[in-house]
């Protein structure tokens, strides 16, 4: 393979300090915002986009890209007072929509489009929150990619925009973007205060009409860093100040019928998650505090003990099964559990007593939102239960099943699914002995009597179930022939409890360890090569991309970090980032765990002369959570330490953040890029459009 002339990149003597561990740090000046810095990742940008896509069969695996490029969650539309709103793209569009209608999926009309805002560059709709009422509409816009959006006021009845939105920036759509009153007088929404890189988040109060947002003080740290947010009861009487984005707990109440009263502490000294809704007089809550692999518990409000889980009525004892969250049906609850990695549903009255299962359309995957938080956000009651399902073959579809049926209704069937594709389920061995889970997707037609091109996708991190749902745009790598793995590690929370913290903070390792053991696992039963085989991963899945890359250059063909954390140590700096390492993976003020954190730095792994796999690092410029300079940093070091002849490739989107509010024709060509420079390395070619 010919080596590339990569851009010219300078050296400093630089260093980094942390709890007095000095780093050499020869790139740092690649975190900076100049116009070096700029023109160089332009330089990279147009490298890696000239070099996929002089490949000759690009176009053909563009279309197959964009076949299977669906929606990430499979978001089902939401009801306010017998109208429904839903997100969706016009036929020709790039950016979605937001429709009403007076049906489930009626033909609907628009109430907003991002292209009023800009025509030339539409912004992306974050979330939607209709008013109880239906009356007004709340709407994030994001115009940079970010995922940081601004809350729109929209009159449903006349489809304009009203003028008494509130201002402050919001971080994200995790926390459902606002919490409407019960009698749709205003909201609650978590907004940020001062610079937004600070990462400091604020609980607002906004009223319709009003001049301004109201800061509301909730009875939490001054300094915390974590996430929070107010819900309300379904009755409109109770405030619920619920905090922390992997293990939430209902840390106070309000009771908005005499608010004189102030906000009560409630859950507020327990590590554990306790993530449910006010039904009634109690909350009633999945948590894993006493049950590593989750029950169902219900609390009064009116407890003096909220806080010890003796005094707590369990509703669903633990059992094999994970359970992960709850909704409201009616007067059941239907419980979303994990069985082995795949999604159950199971439903109980509000005492607890069995009443069945909803018949599931396949194995596969509930829509869930990878934090917990996020569930306590979102629709949580119901009088019906309407969710989004795929498995690894087919997309998403929006389902509906009634309480006392036998059966669910297709809302919206999966528009696209792969064809003549064979699911198998596999467990492989990791250094301690730990069975770990994965599952492997190919054509029938795959000889599998021989070593075939695979791709492990893989996460393990923060408590963050990795689903076994539709592989999205890596479906055009299994329709060429390829075998696709999806890997679940430690750290996750797949398999409850013990198997996030199994991969978490001093165990982190683990979750590295993990992937190496599906990695050996396939290679020891024949089924690939060191020669066929890729990894790839997002976000904390793209850390553990560059820790396979450093750790194990020797077992991959190549590597595709996505929008990854690449300077554990250098994160430390910045407010989100330490936020993300003390959550997930140290202590930044404990000189030992700074040493320990630097033994998985990819960055920091680098060594000059080791032959490294071929890699597309693959970034946006806009991203609030892993900043750029990650990917610019780690790719001028590997670049000036290759010492074979494999590519390193690093192409950073601009205006595209972490890939949440990314518009489809991006990611179409995102994911066309990354995906042509894996196959080019693994011998793949897409099929005749």
């Given at each position: 393979?010919?080596?590339?002339?990569?851009?010219?990149?300078?050296?400093?003597?630089?260093?980094?300090e942390?709890?007095g561990?000095?780093?050499?740090?020869?790139y740092?000046?690649?975190?900076?915002?100049?116009?070096?810095?700029?023109?160089?990742?332009?330089?990279?940008?147009?490298?890696?986009?000239?070099?996929?896509?002089?490949?000759?069969?690009?176009?053909?695996?563009k279309?197959?890209?964009?076949?299977?490029?669906?929606?990430?969650?499979?978001?089902?539309?939401?009801?306010?007072?017998?109208l429904?709103?839903?997100?969706?793209?016009?036929?020709?569009?790039t950016?979605?929509?937001v429709?009403?209608?007076d049906?489930?999926l009626?033909?609907?009309?628009?109430?907003?489009?991002p292209?009023?805002?800009?025509?030339q560059?539409?912004?992306?709709?974050?979330?939607?929150?209709?008013s109880p009422?239906?009356?007004?509409?709340?709407?994030?816009?994001c115009?940079?990619?970010?995922e940081?959006?601004?809350?729109?006021?929209?009159?449903?009845?006349?489809?304009?925009?009203?003028?008494?939105?509130?201002t402050?920036?919001?971080?994200?759509?995790?926390?459902?973007?606002v919490?409407?009153?019960?009698?749709?007088?205003?909201?609650?929404f978590?907004?940020?205060?001062?610079?937004?890189?600070?990462?400091?988040?604020?609980?607002?109060?906004?009223?319709?009409?009003?001049a301004?947002a109201?800061?509301?003080?909730?009875?939490?740290?001054a300094?915390?860093q974590?996430?929070?947010?107010?819900t309300?009861?379904r009755?409109?009487?109770?405030?619920?100040l619920?905090?922390r984005l992997?293990?939430?707990?209902?840390a106070?109440?309000?009771?908005?019928?005499?608010?004189?009263?102030?906000?009560?502490?409630?859950?507020?000294k327990?590590e554990?998650?306790?993530?449910g809704?006010?039904?009634?007089?109690?909350?009633?809550?999945?948590?894993?505090?006493?049950a590593?692999r989750?029950?169902?518990?219900?609390?009064p409000?009116?407890?003096?003990?909220?806080n010890?889980?003796?005094?707590?009525e369990?509703?669903?004892?633990?059992?094999?099964?994970?359970?992960?969250?709850?909704?409201?049906?009616?007067?059941?609850?239907?419980?979303?559990?994990?069985?082995?990695?795949?999604?159950r549903?199971?439903?109980?009255?509000?005492?607890?007593?069995?009443?069945?299962?909803?018949?599931l359309?396949?194995?596969?995957?509930?829509?869930?939102?990878?934090f917990?938080?996020?569930?306590?956000?979102?629709?949580?009651a119901?009088?019906?239960?309407l969710f989004?399902?795929?498995?690894?073959?087919?997309?998403?579809?929006?389902?509906?099943?009634?309480?006392?049926?036998?059966?669910?209704e297709?809302?919206?069937a999966?528009?696209?699914?792969?064809?003549?594709?064979?699911?198998?389920?596999?467990?492989?061995?990791?250094?301690?002995?730990s069975?770990?889970?994965?599952h492997?997707?190919?054509?029938?037609?795959?000889?599998?009597?021989k070593?075939?091109?695979?791709l492990?996708?893989?996460y393990?991190?923060?408590?963050?179930?990795?689903?076994?749902?539709?592989p999205?745009?890596?479906a055009?790598?299994v329709?060429a022939?390829?075998?696709?793995?999806h890997?679940h590690?430690?750290?996750?929370?797949e398999l409850?409890?013990?198997?996030?913290?199994g991969?978490?903070l001093?165990?982190?390792h683990?979750?590295?360890l993990?992937?190496?053991?599906?990695?050996?696992?396939?290679?020891?039963?024949?089924?690939?090569?060191?020669q066929?085989?890729?990894?790839?991963?997002?976000?904390?899945?793209?850390?553990l991309?560059?820790?396979?890359?450093?750790?194990?250059?020797?077992?991959?063909?190549?590597?595709?970090?996505r929008?990854p954390?690449?300077?554990?140590?250098?994160?430390?700096?910045?407010?989100?980032?330490r936020?993300?390492?003390?959550?997930?993976?140290?202590?930044?003020?404990?000189?030992?765990?700074?040493?320990?954190?630097?033994?998985?730095?990819?960055?920091?792994?680098?060594?000059?002369g080791?032959?490294?796999?071929?890699?597309?690092?693959?970034a946006?410029?806009?991203?609030?959570?892993?900043?750029?300079?990650?990917?610019?940093k780690?790719?001028?070091?590997?670049?000036?330490?290759?010492?074979?002849?494999?590519?390193?490739?690093?192409?950073?989107w601009?205006n595209?953040?972490?890939?949440?509010?990314?518009?489809?024709?991006?990611?179409?060509?995102?994911?066309?890029?990354w995906?042509?420079?894996?196959?080019?390395?693994?011998g793949?070619?897409?099929?005749?459009?």
């Amino acid at each position: 393979m010919t080596r590339i002339d990569y851009p010219s990149t300078r050296t400093t003597s630089a260093t980094d300090e942390r709890c007095g561990v000095v780093f050499q740090d020869p790139y740092h000046w690649l975190e900076e915002d100049t116009q070096e810095v700029r023109d160089w990742q332009r330089a990279q940008a147009t490298l890696a986009s000239d070099h996929v896509r002089a490949w000759p069969h690009y176009d053909a695996l563009k279309q197959s890209v964009g076949r299977y490029l669906g929606s990430r969650f499979g978001a089902p539309p939401r009801e306010a007072n017998g109208l429904w709103f839903r997100t969706e793209a016009p036929a020709g569009t790039t950016q979605a929509c937001v429709l009403v209608a007076d049906t489930l999926l009626g033909e609907g009309r628009i109430v907003f489009d991002p292209r009023w805002e800009n025509p030339q560059s539409p912004p992306f709709v974050s979330w939607i929150a209709p008013s109880p009422d239906g009356k007004v509409l709340a709407v994030g816009v994001c115009a940079d990619g970010s995922e940081n959006n601004t809350i729109r006021l929209i009159d449903v009845d006349t489809a304009t925009l009203r003028g008494d939105a509130p201002t402050e920036l919001l971080m994200d759509s995790w926390l459902g973007g606002v919490q409407w009153l019960g009698d749709s007088s205003g909201f609650y929404f978590t907004g940020l205060t001062g610079p937004k890189h600070a990462f400091r988040q604020q609980v607002f109060l906004h009223r319709l009409g009003a001049a301004a947002a109201e800061p509301i003080q909730v009875p939490l740290p001054a300094d915390s860093q974590e996430y929070r947010g107010v819900t309300v009861s379904r009755c409109g009487r109770w405030a619920v100040l619920h905090y922390r984005l992997g293990s939430p707990a209902p840390a106070a109440l309000l009771d908005l019928s005499d608010p004189s009263g102030g906000w009560r502490p409630f859950v507020s000294k327990l590590e554990g998650t306790v993530a449910g809704l006010v039904v009634g007089d109690r909350y009633i809550a999945a948590t894993d505090v006493g049950a590593a692999r989750g029950r169902v518990v219900a609390i009064p409000l009116d407890s003096p003990t909220p806080n010890d889980p003796a005094t707590w009525e369990v509703l669903v004892p633990e059992s094999e099964s994970v359970v992960r969250s709850l909704k409201l049906v009616g007067e059941h609850l239907y419980v979303n559990e994990f069985v082995d990695t795949y999604a159950r549903v199971s439903i109980v009255t509000l005492d607890g007593a069995p009443v069945g299962q909803v018949p599931l359309p396949g194995k596969g995957a509930i829509s869930e939102l990878p934090f917990l938080i996020m569930h306590v956000f979102g629709v949580t009651a119901s009088d019906q239960f309407l969710f989004g399902f795929s498995t690894l073959t087919s997309a998403w579809g929006v389902y509906l099943h009634k309480p006392g049926a036998d059966h669910v209704e297709t809302v919206k069937a999966p528009d696209v699914t792969i064809e003549n594709a064979v699911i198998e389920d596999h467990w492989a061995i990791s250094a301690d002995g730990s069975r770990v889970p994965y599952h492997t997707v190919r054509l029938a037609s795959v000889d599998v009597t021989k070593p075939q091109p695979t791709l492990i996708y893989a996460y393990g991190g923060f408590n963050a179930p990795w689903l076994p749902q539709f592989p999205g745009p890596m479906a055009a790598f299994v329709a060429a022939g390829g075998v696709y793995v999806h890997g679940h590690l430690r750290g996750g929370g797949e398999l409850g409890l013990d198997w996030w913290r199994g991969g978490s903070l001093k165990n982190k390792h683990n979750g590295y360890l993990d992937l190496y053991a599906i990695a050996e696992d396939l290679i020891a039963s024949d089924r690939t090569t060191p020669q066929l085989l890729g990894v790839t991963g997002g976000s904390n899945g793209g850390l553990l991309a560059g820790v396979a890359i450093t750790q194990r250059p020797h077992l991959w063909r190549v590597a595709i970090p996505r929008v990854p954390l690449f300077d554990v140590i250098g994160a430390m700096r910045d407010a989100y980032g330490r936020y993300v390492i003390a959550f997930e993976f140290g202590d930044p003020d404990d000189a030992d765990e700074v040493r320990r954190m630097a033994s998985f730095s990819p960055y920091h792994l680098v060594k000059k002369g080791v032959t490294y796999p071929a890699v597309f690092i693959d970034a946006g410029d806009t991203d609030p959570r892993c900043p750029p300079w990650h990917a610019r940093k780690f790719a001028a070091r590997l670049q000036a330490a290759q010492g074979g002849d494999a590519p390193i490739l690093v192409h950073i989107w601009e205006n595209v953040g972490h890939g949440w509010a990314t518009p489809k024709d991006i990611q179409i060509e995102e994911n066309t890029e990354w995906l042509a420079f894996a196959m080019q390395c693994l011998g793949l070619t897409p099929p005749a459009p």
